[in-house]
T-cell receptor, first 112, second 113 residues
Framework: GQSLEQPSEVTAVEGAIVQINCTYQ??????LSWYQQHDGGAPTFLSY????GLEETGRFSSFLSRSDSYGYLLLQELQMKDSASYFC?????????????FGTGTRLKVLA | EAQVTQNPRYLITVTGKKLTVTCSQN?????MSWYRQDPGLGLRQIYY???????DKGDVPEGYKVSRKEKRNFPLILESPSPNQTSLYFCASSFRQTTDTQYFGPGTRLTVL
């Protein structure tokens, strides 16, 4: 089957660095995406890794290792506004169908 | 402004009363999806469409129908809603299905009594 695993909750203090891990199992893997969702809001795209390595976008970085079926999202210089849920997602291809699979999300709490 | 719109944003209905949730995007995207979000289960794909007149089932299609007659619109139809379809629904679109950013609508909170 196809699945993604990520921690359910992470807590960190303002200014710190936090890493949210994601392991996946899927066929026809294209890449790993990360989305942020604040309470009451819609998911918004953060980053995408199609190839192994690190992608950096401001305070956020994302890493992928295809051989390990593993990726992570790194948030630096944490701010209170980073308190949200973070989802990893992959596109799984089976018999010509392209399905998005999301992890169950990691709730990040940033403490003052 | 580039966006995905959904209507209604909130809906309370009763079991068995057919309803449609509309979704429209103005970015000329080919790929559109419907998701439901339930506590502890994350986002689960209901149906998706890779282009006009091309739709396919996601992971949880039972009890739902969709259509894609125009590129911009992708309505979700519940012909006989049941209480287990009470959920938060999101429509999303992307230029392609494999790599591009998905843009999500604001969500529709549905309660079926």
């Amino acid at each position: 089957g196809q699945s993604l695993e990520q921690p359910s909750e992470v807590t960190a203090v303002e200014g710190a660095i936090v890493q949210i891990n994601c392991t996946y199992q899927t066929s026809g893997f294209y890449g790993l995406s990360w989305y942020q969702q604040h309470d009451g809001g819609a998911p918004t795209f953060l980053s995408y890794n199609g190839l192994d390595g690190l992608e950096e976008t401001g305070r956020f970085s994302s890493f992928l290792s295809r051989s390990d079926s593993y990726g992570y999202l790194l948030l630096q210089e944490l701010q209170m506004k980073d308190s949200a849920s973070y989802f990893c997602a992959v596109v799984g291809v089976t018999s010509g169908t392209y399905k998005y699979i999301f992890g169950t999300g990691t709730r990040l709490k940033v403490l003052a | 402004e580039a966006q995905v719109t959904q209507n209604p944003r909130y809906l309370i209905t009763v079991t068995g009363k057919k309803l449609t949730v509309t979704c429209s995007q103005n970015m000329n995207h080919e790929y559109m999806s419907w998701y439901r979000q339930d506590p502890g289960l994350g986002l689960r794909q209901i149906y998706y469409s890779m282009n006009v007149e091309v739709t396919d089932k996601g992971d949880v299609p039972e009890g739902y129908k969709v259509s894609r007659k125009e590129k911009r619109n992708f309505p979700l139809i519940l012909e006989s809603p049941s209480p287990n379809q009470t959920s938060l629904y999101f429509c999303a679109s992307s230029f392609r299905q494999t790599t591009d950013t998905q843009y999500f609508g604001p969500g529709t909170r549905l309660t079926v009594l």
